[in-house]
């Protein structure tokens, strides 16, 4: 069974740099066809797509949103985990961020999930002086 477990600081900064790992246990981040999300919550609103890396290490990220210019998504293959930057981040970046094992389809050059099959818990990040 596929774990997924999310960790980071979680009081930033506003101007500072957002630095979030999701550590995979359970299987490999490159060997299956699926891909590895980002996706946030803010207080009080819906759940944000924020972009994803697949299994060969392509990256998509959400078309349209205030954060894709900040936003970076890698992979340590060597340590199976994916990793979010999100960079002068502002207090609208206070979140819960969660990464989540995706499925879904390209078209055009871009990435539209169609479901989210395993979910880490959630690391909540403040973004405050």
Same mark, same amino acid.
């Given at each position: 069974q596929v774990q997924l477990q999310e960790s980071g600081p979680g009081l930033v900064k506003p101007s500072q740099t957002l630095s979030l790992t999701c550590t995979v246990s359970g299987g490999s981040i490159t060997t299956d066809y699926y891909s590895w999300s980002w996706i946030r919550q803010p207080p009080g609103k819906g759940l944000e797509w924020m972009g994803l890396i697949t299994y060969d290490g392509s990256t998509y990220y959400t078309p349209s949103s205030s954060y894709k210019s900040r936003t970076t998504i890698s992979r340590d293959t060597s340590k &199976?985990?994916?990793?979010?930057?999100? &960079?002068?981040?502002?207090?609208?970046?206070?979140?819960?961020?969660?990464?989540?094992?995706?499925?879904?389809?390209? #078209?055009?050059?871009? #990435?539209?999930p169609t479901y989210f099959i395993s979910w880490g818990r959630g690391t909540r990040v403040t973004v405050s002086s």
């Open positions: &199976n985990q994916i990793s979010l930057q999100v &960079n002068s981040v502002t207090p609208e970046d206070t979140a819960v961020y969660y990464c989540a094992r995706t499925g879904g389809t390209v #078209y055009r050059g871009t #990435y539209s």
